[in-house]
């Protein structure tokens, strides 16, 4: 049984719905998915499909480096700042650093220029967020399907302020498996 449900797709986080901003009762009605296919959301669902157990998400180097240090040894400090390494943090966004031999029964702390940011703009509309990209777009628009939430956010993370193509084309993706998927 499907129920009514309206979805926007944000092309950058700033293009966020303005009526569900600092509307509580629509933000608990609204579900956020965030798109960072490159390369965010697409290393975290490798993570996860390989054995990590959770990912927690920081807009701030600082803020992921004191929540590491305050729990030593139970989290890998995984991103990247303008596509490079932070240093001394164990991973960064490539999908291929996040292999079962790194990750499995471990925590990750992602913190990226674009993806992260994308997140924490995303909780001022949602009371619930998702990362999306191509790689698991089909699960992604299952949960989507399933939901009781009236609202969805496709949130586009861009590069640097303009518009990834690759984000919307997985947003697109999504709004086409729910599309083609509805009785």
């Not at 986080?13 to 009526?19: A, E, I, K, W």
């Not at 798109?35 to 990590?52: E, H, K, P, Q, W």
């Not at 031999?101 to 998702?130: D, M, P, W, Y």
């Not at 640097?160 to 083609?180: C, H």
């Amino acid at each position: 049984a499907w129920m009514r449900l309206s979805i926007w797709v944000a092309l950058l986080p700033q293009d966020l719905p303005s009526h569900l901003l600092d509307d509580d009762a629509e933000t608990q009605d609204t579900l956020a998915v965030v798109i960072d296919t490159l390369r965010f959301c697409t290393a975290a669902c490798t993570g996860l499909s390989n054995g990590a157990t959770a990912v927690f998400v920081t807009s701030e180097v600082v803020q992921a480096e004191q929540f590491a240090d305050s729990h030593p040894g139970r989290y890998l400090l995984c991103g990247e700042r303008e596509c490079k390494p932070i240093r001394g943090f164990d991973l960064g966004n490539s999908p291929l650093e996040y292999t079962d031999q790194h990750v499995k029964g471990r925590e990750l702390i992602f913190t990226t220029t674009n993806g992260t940011r994308a997140v924490a703009a995303s909780r001022q509309v949602a009371s619930h967020i998702l990362l999306g990209a191509l790689i698991n777009r089909a699960a992604v628009a299952k949960h989507v399907a399933s939901t009781h939430k009236s609202n969805v956010v496709l949130v586009c993370s861009g590069t640097n302020g303009a518009i990834a193509s690759e984000d919307l084309l997985a947003a697109g993706a999504i709004v086409e498996w729910l599309l083609l998927a509805q009785p």
